[in-house]
């Protein structure tokens, strides 16, 4: 048994160091770009400090989900559900639970995603459209 751990031990350890060595050499290229990106900077503007620029940071929105994270919220939801719920119903849901302000914006923009995990979860057979209602479909988990 030791040894199985140990060769799993070691394995990750040089999974790790290649990602390392990975990093290395991308931050060492990012470098050497922007060194020449400084350098083309100063044929245009000779007097102008680049590190008056900024760095660009990627912050994702509150809305955003990790991978999965938004189909097992809405399998959740249907699973403990006493009958079918429209998409905008399940979108609402998931605005109440994760705490988000409930605007027309951030409804619209999670029931196009509810919409899209539903309708992939329907072509693999764990859900199903039941009927429409208005504008938006009834579902169910398949059971």
């Given at each position: 048994?030791?040894?199985?751990?140990?060769?799993?031990?070691?394995?990750?350890?040089?999974?790790?160091?290649?990602?390392?060595?990975?990093?290395?050499?991308?931050?060492?290229?990012?470098?050497?770009?922007?060194?020449?990106?400084?350098?083309?900077?100063?044929?245009?503007?000779p007097d102008f400090?680049?590190?008056?620029?900024?760095?660009?940071?990627?912050?994702?929105?509150?809305?955003?989900?990790?991978?999965?994270?938004?189909s097992r919220a809405?399998?959740?939801?249907?699973?403990?559900?006493?009958?079918?719920?429209?998409?905008?119903?399940?979108?609402?849901?998931?605005?109440?639970?994760?705490?988000?302000?409930?605007?027309?914006?951030?409804?619209?923009?999670?029931?196009?995603?509810?919409?899209?995990?539903?309708?992939?979860?329907?072509?693999?057979?764990?859900?199903?459209?039941?009927?429409?209602?208005?504008?938006?479909?009834?579902?169910?988990?398949?059971?």
């Amino acid at each position: 048994m030791t040894d199985y751990a140990l060769e799993q031990l070691k394995r990750k350890r040089a999974d790790m160091t290649g990602e390392i060595a990975r990093c290395h050499a991308r931050l060492q290229q990012l470098s050497t770009d922007l060194e020449h990106v400084d350098a083309t900077i100063r044929l245009f503007a000779p007097d102008f400090v680049q590190e008056s620029i900024l760095p660009k940071v990627f912050a994702p929105p509150k809305s955003w989900s990790k991978r999965g994270e938004m189909s097992r919220a809405v399998l959740s939801i249907l699973r403990v559900a006493k009958g079918p719920l429209s998409t905008r119903e399940i979108a609402a849901m998931i605005v109440q639970q994760r705490g988000l302000e409930h605007d027309k914006g951030i409804l619209d923009v999670m029931t196009r995603r509810v919409g899209h995990v539903l309708r992939d979860k329907r072509e693999t057979g764990l859900v199903r459209s039941v009927e429409e209602t208005g504008l938006w479909l009834q579902w169910e988990v398949v059971r």
